[in-house]
């Protein structure tokens, strides 16, 4: 696989949790000088570095790396915060690694010129998530819009439903006035890890127990004083989790074996939006 990439395009790797992106990316960067930029919308948070399986200090110093922990746990921070800031490291070798599509999608596709949310809209929906859940912001978004994202991140329905409750347009009206992409997919060479599941299940619960020996829980213990689960940066898998442990809610091993859970459940959502949107990359069976 290393010996067909190009070595002069620009490098896009997209994969669920676990499949082995990082490793992939740091031999590219190695063998060509590349940047490695991160695009997992949870690796930017400062706060977070083994629970988000952030490159180590130890590859950070071997290999030149941008876009991971430079953003603070309370900081707002955008699929729109992050392909401006990718559009100024573009004048050198890239390739660009992550699991979040939206951003993918952004810089291949273009991203819509969509207002932002005011902050008491956005409490407004943070409230309602909270309280009456996903349902009934669902409820309110219509039928293009609900096509088009993923019901079942909270993430993205909230979203959806502010851009909607702050413009009086739906996110599907936005995004189809989107203008040109800052790298198109014929610019550049894009792959899509695939991996196989049970072989993807079986690392998952691996890592977790490594992220658990590298320091997870204290990570965790570090947040517990401040705390928000509202906070974007608390979505980190198994945040929630560790933090429920260290409040005597749970214990330890309950909170690992949901924390597994929940990291299956991610990679499945992340595997069935790539299989929806991303048919014309380069796919790599795994396992």
């Known amino acids: 696989m290393i010996r067909a990439t190009s070595r002069e395009a620009p490098v896009l790797i997209a994969g669920p949790t676990a499949s082995g992106k990082s490793a992939l990316a740091m031999e590219l960067a190695a063998r060509d000088g590349r940047l490695i930029v991160n695009a997992d919308a949870l ?42 800031e990718v559009q100024g490291l573009l004048h050198r070798p890239v390739v660009i690694v992550g699991g979040t599509g939206l951003y993918f999608s952004a810089l291949t596709e273009g991203l819509a010129d969509i207002p932002p949310t005011p902050p008491a809209l956005r409490l407004r929906a943070d409230a309602r998530m909270a309280t009456e859940g996903r349902a009934a912001l669902l409820a309110e978004l219509d039928a293009a819009t609900l096509a088009r994202i993923d019901q079942a991140n909270p993430a993205r329905v909230q979203r959806a439903w502010e851009v909607w409750a702050a413009t009086g347009r739906g996110l599907a009206a936005w995004q189809d006035d989107t203008g040109p992409a800052l ?105």
Not at 47 to 63: F, K, Q, Y
Not at 203 to 225: N, S
């Open 43 to 84: 690796q930017v948070y400062g706060n977070w570095r083994v629970l988000t399986a952030r490159p180590s200090e130890a590859d950070e110093a071997a290999l030149p790396h941008a876009l991971y922990g430079h953003i603070a746990r309370d900081q707002p921070y955008s699929v729109g915060h992050w392909l401006r």
């Open 183 to 287: 790298m198109p997919l014929a610019d550049c060479e894009a792959l899509v890890l695939r991996p196989e599941v049970d072989w993807l299940n079986h690392r998952i619960t691996r890592r977790f127990h490594a992220m658990i020996a590298a320091g997870a829980l204290e990570e965790a213990r570090a947040e517990l004083p401040v705390w928000q689960p509202g906070l974007p940066s608390a979505r980190a898998i198994g945040a929630p989790d560790l933090i429920a442990h260290l409040r005597g809610e749970i214990t330890l091993s309950e909170a690992i074996e949901a924390a597994i859970i929940a990291s299956r459940q991610y990679a499945k959502r992340q595997r069935t939006w790539f299989r929806s949107r991303m048919g014309n990359w380069r796919g790599v069976a795994l396992g």
